[in-house]
């Protein structure tokens, strides 16, 4: 990295797999890697101020170019110093593109050469969105990590469209990197090429040649099977600068973070930690905990006790009830609890690698998550209280 305050550090690779323990500094601090990266689309972590993120260990969270654009408008942003002095949250920010709405928004998107033209779903009111727009957006928002503008199509499809789409990703990222002028901001280019690996790695390799500072692994988690994901991951990886940070886009199960890790991914972000907080759903080490089951009504226990945070002393008990009674502190909680796990998932990750034992530590996760439902006592979630 050759702009001033950036610097990525390789410190070690387990020697019995790929994981790979980093760090990325940046002006507004470092970034222990593995990291996994909270999702505030709209400058928020959904229903948690930024300093209970912080407190959950999060270096860095994500915002969205696209939404940010349309409300309240990157102008507005930029007049009030940015994303870092609009939102309170002072560490690092990531802002996406603006490409992953080429697929979640496909019905609402016209996609040329020189642009995609979007059709808001917030109000009807067009917005285009070309290479530089998106570099533009991103200069006001002032972020610390850009991504480029890619073309990103929903699984399975044909070849000829994966190409496509692949080949306009390395000519935007092209036009990006061209279009990029502010100093204290990096970009990093985004792997298209579906589940084809002929074509992941000729798309790898041209991007390469581009030399950005970072790579993400895009395209995934939009319709394949985990195993073809995990797969896509695995020929992808070795195409990419060992001397750069690599991001698996949009991919956040546990599971699949563990997968890719051990094959040598960096960096994660995912709704699912958030969501799934927000509908009584828990992530343990033994599994999910669905909290609007029955059987949590007079349950003492933390939901995982030794996920520690100010909040983690709450029974089972008492969080299902904020949900059955409709309470907004639970999915608050809920969420909180998530966002813990997930921060203590990538530090014990990073534990793991530094002692060349991550192969043990990713046995021992998978054999709790891999547990049947059953043998934990779980049922149907309960209609009523």
Known sequence: MDK???????????????ARLGRLTTPRGAIDLPAFMPVGTAATVKGVTFDLVEQTGAQIVLANTYHLALRPGADVIGELGGLHQFSGWKRPILTDSGGFQLFSLASRVRITEERATFQSHIDGRT???SPEDSVRIQEQLGSDIAMVLDHLVQLPASRAVIEDAADRTVRWAKRCQDAHQRPDQIQFA??????DAELRKKNAGELVQLGFPGYAIGGLSVGERPEEMVEAVELTTPCLPETCPRYLMGVGRPQDILESIRRGVDMFDCVMPT????????????????LRNSRYRTDPLPVQADVVTPWSHLSRAYLRHLFMADEMLGPTLLSLHNLAYYQRLTRQSREAIANDSFLD???????????DPAELGEEKPATGD
């Open 275 to 290: 969501r799934n907080g927000r509908n009584a759903w828990a992530f343990t080490d033994d599994g999910p905990v669905k």
């Open 4 to 18: 001033p305050g950036f610097q990525f550090e390789l410190l070690h690779v387990d020697r019995h797999c790929g």
């Open 190 to 195: 985004i792997v298209q090429g579906g589940l």
């Open 127 to 129: 917005l285009e969105l």
């Open 361 to 371: 530590f990713y046995r021992e996760r998978m054999a709790g998550w891999n547990r």
